[in-house]
T-cell receptor, first 112, second 112 residues
């Protein structure tokens, strides 16, 4: 079935380096995508979103890239910090926005 | 703090029992989403309500039901509980149905 998935379950980076977390989606009708960060014992925290009429959006130290041709989404974190260590989920809005469907998650580990 | 409040934070109950989880959305948010997060399943979409009406159903078991009340708070009812229902249950809210959703801290349900 159609799903949102992540390429790498665990990503380990050095503090100060840039991180790139990838996500593939298969529902071409999805028009809205969100990245969430989930720390241990907490609920998912909204990071950044992007609509399908855009291919790039920047926030504070984060950038989301959307490639609709290959149905690929990525989250770039600049100058990764220990506080960025968490599980990152991409999510897509399906069914005209009534279903927010999550990928499997990538664990980001930041080495000091 | 996302502004979404879930109660209780923890719940331990026996198999066969019924429980009710409660969610208060952010002020002004009309949409409420429920998710189940277990170790082997990631974040699974259960159901979405918008302004009191059901908008979408995901992989929600027939033993589970939800509703959204006129004051916009929502309840998720889980009945005939099984060991496999042990999980984190999250509620999220958003102003509309195709905008960013903000998550509560979750209810950790343990069925023994």
């Amino acid at each position: 079935g159609e799903s949102v998935g992540l390429h790498l379950p665990t990503l380990s980076v050095q503090e100060g380096d840039n991180s790139i977390i990838n996500c593939a989606y298969s529902n071409s009708a999805s028009d809205y995508f969100i990245w969430y960060k989930q720390e241990s014992g907490k609920g998912p925290q909204f990071i950044i979103d992007i609509r399908s009429n855009m291919d790039k959006r920047q926030g504070q130290r984060v950038t989301v890239l959307l490639n609709k041709t290959v149905k690929h989404l990525s989250l770039q974190i600049a100058a990764t910090q220990p506080g960025d260590s968490a599980v990152y989920f991409c999510a897509e809005n399906r069914n005209a926005g009534n279903m927010l469907t999550f990928g499997g998650g990538t664990r980001l580990m930041v080495k000091p | 703090d996302s502004g979404v409040t879930q109660t209780p934070k923890h719940l331990i109950t026996a198999t066969g029992q019924r429980v009710t989880l409660r969610c208060s959305p952010r002020s002004g948010d009309l949409s409420v989403y429920w998710y189940q997060q277990s170790l082997d399943q990631g974040l699974q979409f259960l159901i979405h309500y918008y302004n009191g009406e059901e908008r979408a159903k995901g992989n929600i078991l027939e033993r589970f039901s939800a509703q959204q009340f006129p004051d916009l708070h929502s309840e998720l009812n889980l009945s005939s509980l099984e060991l496999g229902d042990s999980a984190l249950y999250f509620c999220a809210s958003s102003p509309d149905w195709n905008t960013e959703a903000f998550f509560g801290q979750g209810t950790r349900l343990t069925v023994v």
